[in-house]
């Protein structure tokens, strides 16, 4: 099967927060909601989330879950934002997560 879907590369010559776009029909990345992501250096970028009660576990805090699969989704933002690796062109082949502490729905 050939994938015949555009590439795109974002236009990040600012440190603007941009719209992440989540993939169409009935993947996994489609049904979380977008996220916003800038550059913050030279090689370097950051990542917002918004938080809801559909993201806490049942100590009212972030779920492990939503964590993890957002930190998996801004692995490879560093070479988005640097034209080095296109929208939906990487895959993940190892990542560690260690939680040290609660993180609250809605926080910083």
Same mark, same amino acid.
């Given at each position: 099967?050939?994938?015949? *879907?555009?590439?795109? &590369?974002?236009? /990040?010559? !600012?440190?603007?927060?941009?719209?992440?776009?989540?993939?169409?029909?009935? *993947? &996994?990345?489609?049904?979380?909601?977008?996220?916003?992501?800038?550059?913050?250096?030279?090689?370097?970028?950051?990542?917002?989330?918004?938080? *809801?009660?559909? *993201?806490?576990?049942?100590?009212?805090?972030?779920?492990?879950?939503?964590?993890?699969?957002?930190?998996?989704?801004?692995?490879?933002?560093?070479?988005? @934002?640097?034209? !080095?690796?296109? &929208?939906?062109?990487? /895959?993940? @082949?190892?990542?560690?997560?260690? &939680?040290?502490?609660?993180?609250? /729905?809605?926080?910083?």
């Amino acid at each position: 099967m050939v994938d015949n *879907s555009p590439v795109y &590369f974002p236009d /990040v010559t !600012s440190s603007e927060w941009m719209a992440m776009p989540m993939p169409e029909g009935d *993947s &996994f990345d489609s049904q979380l909601a977008p996220y916003e992501f800038r550059k913050s250096g030279d090689g370097r970028a950051e990542a917002r989330f918004e938080t *809801s009660s559909a *993201s806490q576990n049942g100590q009212n805090g972030l779920h492990g879950g939503f964590l993890a699969v957002r930190a998996e989704q801004v692995l490879y933002l560093p070479l988005y @934002i640097n034209r !080095s690796v296109a &929208f939906g062109r990487v /895959v993940t @082949i190892d990542m560690t997560l260690q &939680f040290v502490g609660l993180a609250a /729905v809605g926080g910083n």
